[in-house]
C-alpha cells in the first residue's frame, strides 16, 4: 500500500499551458505534500535558479507550435528513460520532491512531462506548480479520483487548505509561507 501522487511543473507556452517536467511520489499526502511544495517553492524562486529555468522556458516557448514537441502519442508513461526536454526543471522537480526532513528514503520517479495528469497511478492528489512567472510562482491540488476518502468530485481543483482539510490536518497547521500560493 502507498499514497500515490504526482507533482506537475507547467508554464504558460505560447497560448496553451504545457507540463514541463513531471514525477511520481510513492508516499506523498496531507501536511507532507505541502511541505514538498513548500520546498518546490523555494527552489524555483531561488535568484541562482533563475537564468537556466528562463533559458528552459524560452526553449519551450521556442517550440509552442511545433505539436510533435509536445505530442504524447505512443509514450510509455512508464518509462523511466524517456528524454527530460527540460533537464533542468526535471533536476529541481526530482530535488523538491525527493527531499525529506528525516532523511528516510522517497521514492520519486521521474515520468515523461507530455503525460497528462488523469494518467497516472494515484490515490493522493496531484500537485501543479506553474512557473510562469518566476517572481509569481502558482500551484493547485488536482484530485482525479474524488481526493482522499473520495470527499471532492472528481477532476476538482483546490487550494492548500482545502487539501489539508480532507485529511483532516487544516487545524493548527502553521498556513504561513503558503498563502503567496495563490492557486
Not at 1 to 6: L, N, V
Not at 63 to 84: C, L, R
Not at 124 to 151: E, H, K, Q, W
Request: charged share 20%; hydrophobic share 40%.
Amino acid at each position: 500500500m502507498a499514497q500515490h501522487h504526482q507533482l506537475f511543473v507547467i508554464a504558460k507556452v505560447g497560448t496553451r499551458y504545457r507540463c514541463l517536467a513531471a514525477v511520481h511520489h510513492q508516499w506523498l499526502y496531507g501536511v507532507t505534500a505541502v511541505r514538498q511544495l513548500l520546498l518546490l517553492f523555494r527552489i524555483f524562486s531561488m535568484p541562482g535558479n533563475a537564468q537556466n529555468l528562463r533559458y528552459e522556458l524560452g526553449l519551450a516557448r521556442k517550440h509552442a507550435n511545433v505539436s510533435s514537441f509536445w505530442s504524447n502519442s505512443n509514450i510509455d508513461h512508464k518509462d523511466v528513460n524517456n528524454t527530460a526536454r527540460f533537464p533542468f526543471i526535471t533536476t529541481c522537480l526530482l530535488l523538491g520532491a525527493s527531499f525529506r526532513e528525516d532523511a528516510s528514503d522517497a521514492v520519486v520517479t521521474p515520468l515523461d512531462f507530455r503525460m497528462e495528469w488523469y494518467h497516472s497511478d494515484n490515490e493522493d492528489g496531484v500537485t501543479v506548480l506553474d512557473i510562469t512567472d518566476l517572481a509569481n510562482l502558482r500551484y493547485c491540488y488536482l484530485s482525479p479520483s474524488g481526493g482522499p476518502m473520495g470527499l471532492f468530485p472528481a477532476d476538482s481543483v483546490f487550494d492548500v487548505v482545502w487539501y489539508l482539510e480532507a485529511y483532516g490536518e487544516g487545524d493548527g497547521v502553521d498556513h504561513q509561507g503558503v498563502s503567496r500560493c495563490s492557486g
